[in-house]
């Protein structure tokens, strides 16, 4: 049973791509954005995304001025060519005025803990930690404050790395899948040659090209046939895990179909286990995006707190999530699993 | 698959429009650009963007308009140039899109945005857009 007098109140946290989406997620209720800079340093790497030092700045401001507080992922792994880079990144967010910094590689986290010891520091899904020691270890060695958890745990296992964990834990509530624990794919490098946990991008846009056949749209993937979608069917992005395959003479999702998480109806039993945060993927959407998104969970979350018992995720929330989804179909994901 | 029916153009429309010359409505399109988006375009995109030949097409109005992006702003282009880039959406989600009901991604999943050639370019296109802002008053409000 639910103990009121020991209720957390998750944090809402939602993605801020650029400053109309901070705006959206500000005006909608988040509690706090995450967002990154224009670079490989963070893992929605993309033309025409994020911030640079004067609209990261402003950003701060502006959510600050709403009580929003303000996390910079720089997630990905620098290889030795970038390590100046790297840390000049972290230096550069630690001087705005950040109020975390989500970092996944080890190199990263003691530059950060020796050079800005002051500085909050989440470790991010990038670190792939699934249970309470890896934490424990995050926290000793490099004092984390917070840890995302990657999207491949079930709701149990969630509930035991909370209960042992001596940080605050953070989870995915809703959008795209990782099936691959997070850090540690080799499908796009396999690809493209370039891994989505160094450069940043699951599917670098360079190397893909949707083609309109006489068969349905195609989409490839620096040449391989990723997928190929019927008139009116519903599409997916071009990753190699939500691909269609040809195994043992039959072609389908062979790893993972184009869905997106949602775990609204897991809110009263996530704010049970005690997370500290819910966070919401798609830092490459847009404005509008953020502002059907946060307006739902907003209204859910304190839905779950006001009345836990009574919590049932409404249908028209459960639509809006829909309609903004990939392949416009939700999954529990790993959370519905069995596993404990 | 949502379908909306209170903004519906008649698709005689259509045939009759995408007989016509399409180099006035680029022409125009251009200088609605112009008004609207080039005096904000951040410096890095409006480089990458500049000289690459782009294609909107209104599927409903049976437009197919050819432009470019120069120094002085946009261009129209004869229709003949092969784009690097072709988006196409109905009136109706091209005006959502400009006006951030929409998102493109959804529209893109929903299969209601289309995107061929370039797609660094297209995502460019797109983030650069989203992140622009920009007050539309006077466009009609689809819903």
Redo the contacts between chains.
């Keep these: 049973m639910m103990n009121s007098s020991r209720v957390r109140r998750p944090e809402l946290v939602c993605p801020a791509?650029?400053?109309?989406?901070l705006k959206a997620a500000v005006e909608h209720g988040a509690d706090a954005v995450y967002l990154g800079f224009k670079d490989a340093t963070n893992a929605r790497n993309?033309?025409?995304?994020n911030f640079d030092e004067r609209s990261l700045a402003q950003a701060i401001e502006l959510a600050h001025a709403h009580g929003c507080r303000v996390f910079l992922a720089l997630n990905t792994y620098p290889q030795a060519e970038g390590w100046a880079h790297w840390t000049a990144a972290v230096d550069r967010a630690a001087a705005l005025g950040v109020d975390a910094l989500i970092l996944a590689d080890l190199g990263l986290l003691a530059h950060a803990r020796e050079r800005h010891p002051e500085l909050r520091i989440h470790l991010s899904v990038q670190g792939s930690a699934t249970n309470h020691e890896a934490l424990a270890f995050y926290h000793e060695r490099y004092g984390i404050e917070r840890a995302v958890l990657p999207r491949v745990l079930s709701l149990e296992q969630v509930a035991q790395v909370v209960r042992q964990s001596p940080v605050a834990v953070e989870v995915f509530g809703f959008g795209g899948l990782c099936v691959m624990v997070e850090g540690r794919c080799a499908l796009s490098a396999y690809a493209t040659g370039q891994s989505p946990n160094c450069h940043g991008a699951c599917s670098p846009?360079?190397f893909?090209?949707?083609?309109?056949t006489p068969q349905g749209?195609e989409a490839r993937l620096n040449g391989f046939l990723i997928d190929r979608?019927a008139?009116?069917?519903?599409?997916?992005?071009p990753t190699l895990c939500k691909g269609r395959f040809a195994v043992g003479g039959h072609t389908y999702y062979a790893i993972e179909e184009?869905t997106s998480l949602n775990t609204l109806e897991l809110l009263p039993r996530l704010i049970e286990i005690g997370v500290a945060a819910i966070k919401i993927e798609g830092r490459?959407?847009?404005?509008?995006?953020v502002a059907?998104v946060t307006r739902v969970w907003r209204e859910a979350i304190d839905a779950a707190l006001a009345a836990p018992q009574d919590f049932s995720p409404h249908p028209q929330w459960l639509a809006a999530l829909d309609?903004?989804?990939?392949?416009?179909s939700h999954t529990l994901g790993a959370y519905s699993r069995p596993w404990k | 698959?949502?379908k909306d029916d209170r903004f519906v153009i008649p698709p005689a429309l259509a045939r009759i429009v995408s007989r016509l010359p399409q180099t006035p409505p680029a022409a125009v399109l251009a200088f609605a650009l112009d008004r609207l988006l080039f005096p904000r375009l951040p410096l890095p995109?409006l480089d990458?963007l500049l000289e690459q030949p782009l294609r909107i097409e209104v599927s409903d109005l049976g437009l197919r308009l050819a432009l470019t992006l120069t120094r002085r702003g946009f261009r129209p282009l004869p229709a003949h140039v092969a784009p690097r880039l072709t988006l196409r959406a109905t009136t109706r989600d091209f005006l959502a899109l400009l006006r951030?009901?929409?998102?493109?991604?959804?529209l893109?999943?929903?299969?209601r945005l289309?995107?061929?050639g370039d797609?660094?370019l297209?995502?460019?296109?797109?983030?650069?857009l989203?992140?622009i802002?920009i007050e539309l008053p006077f466009l009609p409000r689809p819903r």
């Design positions: 791509g650029n400053p109309a989406m993309f033309n025409g995304l846009a360079k893909v090209r949707w083609d309109e749209l979608y008139p009116e069917e519903p599409a997916g992005y184009p490459q959407r847009s404005a509008a995006y059907q309609r903004v989804s990939e392949g416009a | 698959m949502m995109e990458a951030r009901e929409e998102d493109a991604d959804t893109f999943f929903q299969r289309a995107l061929s797609t660094e297209g995502l460019l296109v797109k983030n650069t989203d992140a802002e």
